[in-house]
């Protein structure tokens, strides 16, 4: 791991943790998963939003401003807004995305939930969704959420990700297996 991101998850993780405690002992834990919710729509539909987080070109009054102007029209809670104002003022906006990430392992861990990431070749049906999720939380012990992507150049089967586990049953990975393995041979 890089040094900066290092510092960024750091950072992330004394932020994130301060706001799942101020949200437990407020019981809003459901408002800070609906603010993560729009904060992750945010940052992944709007150029703008990430550009405001990560340029330096904006003045911390600025980036205060927007933020507070962005949180009221997206009714984030008042921790969530008041935590972003903070980010804005000590020029740490720029963790938000980690931010976003390590809020949501720590609010998965304290329900005893894991989110699995799942790459298929074609999108997954409900029942195929389920099963996978059953057979994960047998094997972990844990109320599994899937986080599903497609990738058609698997050709067929999936790459799971659980924590630091993954299982690559793709075809793809079985015919780069079955090459090297012929090289050796050969």
Do not use: C, W
Not at 98 to 119: F, M, P, W
Request: glycine share 6%; hydrophobic share 40%; no cysteine.
């Amino acid at each position: 791991m890089s040094e900066t991101a290092s510092i960024s998850t750091g950072i992330a993780q004394r932020y994130a943790s301060a706001v799942y405690e101020i949200a437990k002992d407020g019981k809003a834990v459901k408002a800070i998963e609906t603010d993560l919710d729009a904060l992750q729509g945010a940052l992944n539909d709007s150029e703008d939003f990430r550009n405001l987080i990560h340029s330096p070109i904006y003045t911390r009054d600025e980036q205060g401003a927007a933020i507070t102007a962005l949180a009221k029209k997206m009714k984030l809670s008042e921790t969530m807004a008041n935590t972003l104002s903070l980010m804005a003022a000590k020029r740490r906006l720029f963790v938000l995305p980690a931010l976003v990430q390590t809020l949501r392992d720590t609010i998965a861990a304290d329900k005893g939930e894991v989110t699995a990431e799942v790459v298929s070749a074609k999108a997954l049906t409900k029942a195929q969704s389920d099963k996978l999720a059953k057979s994960l939380k047998a094997s972990t012990g844990k109320t599994v959420s899937l986080q599903t992507s497609v990738d058609e150049s698997l050709i067929g089967g999936l790459i799971v990700k659980v924590g630091s586990k993954m299982i690559d049953t793709s075809i793809r990975s079985k015919l780069n297996s079955l090459q090297n393995a012929m090289k050796e041979v050969g």
